[in-house]
């Protein structure tokens, strides 16, 4: 059985233009831990919604970059023991790292 959880922003506050990014875990997301990403990253200001799934491992992060950066949100995560995968930049992989 997989856990999700949601929190958005109030309405009024969704006309702000937002950055949407989708990030991949690294390790798995247990169900417990799903609550606790959420929270942490809700604490950070200019977040308006996260969407963690464990299924899949993926957060969704919908931010204003004017108050913070993908950066600063991976290492939030990182923080807590959830870190991203990094994506390479030449889209190639050499499967070493699992990615």
């Known amino acids: 059985m997989s856990h999700n959880a949601r929190i958005d922003a ?8 937002m950055t949407y ?5 690294a390790s798995s997301l247990h169900e ?9 990253l ?3 200001p200019g ?8 299924e899949k491992s ?3 992060i919908n931010f204003d970059q004017d108050r ?7 290492n939030v995560l990182a923080d807590i023991g959830h870190r991203a995968k990094q994506n390479h930049s030449n889209g190639s992989c050499c ?5």
């Open 68 to 74: 913070t950066s993908q950066q600063e949100l991976e």
């Open 42 to 44: 809700r604490a950070v």
């Open 95 to 99: 499967g070493s790292c699992g990615g």
């Open 10 to 17: 109030p309405i009024h506050m969704r006309e702000i233009p």
């Open 21 to 25: 990014i989708n990030l991949q875990l």
């Open 47 to 54: 977040v308006h919604a996260v969407d963690a799934q464990s």
């Open 58 to 60: 993926t957060v969704g």
């Open 32 to 40: 417990a831990a799903v609550s606790r990403v959420v929270r942490a």
